[in-house]
């Protein structure tokens, strides 16, 4: 594993699972919520949902601090648009993902239980409306986010061929 983006929307434990890939994997962790501009910050706490030119930046910042590490880094971002992960590849030749699929009813629920997260759980269904799917695409990996943090560890860890989490 070189370069990795835990994506999915807000709720569905993409946090969760970067830092427990990460830390399985020994790889530098980068937060994509944490390089958000303050304008976005701000739109998203009044309940705006963010526009393509709002994430343009955000994604090429992301996209950059991805680029210029040396060796593995796993990055946290909602990468819902398929134009979105296309810029992110761009950055970074031979980019993977780890798609963390969840029903929209769950994902608002584990976001109204997210204490002092600026992200609003009005806007859960805003994201769902603009998630284009990477199933299917190359270099993608789905995994389901109502199993257990170590159970999406373990297939993250059997699809990039690194052995099972009983290694650790």
Known sequence: MSKLVVMGVSGCGKSTLAVAI?????AELIEGDQHHLPASKEKMRRGIAL???????????????????EGP??????ALKRA???????????LRFVYVEIGEAAAIQ???DRPGHF????????????????????????VDGER?????????????GIGSADTR
């Open 119 to 142: 992200f609003p759980a009005s806007l859960v269904a805003d994201q769902f409306r603009t998630l284009e799917s990477p199933v299917g695409e190359a270099g993608v990996l789905a």
């Open 22 to 26: 990460a830390g399985a994997l020994g």
């Open 148 to 160: 257990s943090t170590e159970a999406q560890l373990d297939a993250v860890r059997a699809w990039l």
């Open 110 to 112: 584990r976001v109204r």
């Open 51 to 69: 526009e393509d030119s709002d994430r343009e930046p955000w994604l090429d910042q992301l996209g950059a601090l991805m680029a210029r590490e």
């Open 84 to 94: 979105y992960r296309e810029r992110l590849r761009r950055a970074v030749p031979m």
């Open 73 to 78: 880094v796993v990055l946290t971002c909602s």
